[in-house]
């Protein structure tokens, strides 16, 4: 009998649940044309500059795909107390935007390692932030797969 009364009050639920709702637009948060001061600027956007003024800077936060997403970026020392690897540089590949560095591990293991372009020869002592590995990583620039690549901002060559 409990188990009639309980399957019963479930089912007038699911009805009740399932009834059309009256459809609602969704809230905007852009006010409407009429209710912004005069002068202001248009909601969504800023308009194209005028003719001979100055318009959005064309940086990589504002010059779309085609532009350097690492514009004003260095290569920098390894920050005091991060995680750091160093290594002998076995082979030294330019890749343009990146070098590949493969560094042997003091203990004998070897890893590829990005960076920002820096200078750096084959057979110098390395000291760079580690990071996580990336598993088969394409470098469209030197047309080849990485099987594992650790990319880091930090490389410093050691003395």
């Not at 779309?64 to 004003?72: E, I, K, M, N, R």
């Not at 372009?117 to 047309?143: E, Q, R, T």
Request: aromatic residues 4%; positive net charge.
């Amino acid at each position: 009998m409990k188990a009639t009364i309980v399957t019963l009050m479930i089912a007038a639920l699911a009805l009740a649940g399932c009834q059309d709702k009256p459809k609602t637009e969704a809230p905007t948060n852009q006010p409407a044309a009429a209710a912004l001061p005069a002068g202001h600027p248009p909601v969504g956007g800023m308009p194209p500059a005028a003719e001979g003024k100055p318009g959005m800077p064309k940086d990589a936060a504002h010059a779309g795909a085609q532009a350097d997403p690492h514009a004003g970026l260095k290569p920098m020392a390894v920050p005091q107390g991060v995680p750091f690897k160093t290594g002998k540089v076995l082979e030294l590949l330019d890749g343009g935007q990146y070098i590949y560095l493969h560094v042997q591990h003091d203990d004998g293991k070897k890893i590829w390692v990005a960076a920002l372009p820096m200078k750096i020869a084959k057979g110098d002592k390395v000291k760079y932030a580690d990071a996580p590995a990336l598993p088969n990583f394409p470098s469209k620039a030197l047309n080849r797969t990485f099987d594992q690549l650790v990319l880091t901002q930090a490389v410093e060559v050691l003395k």
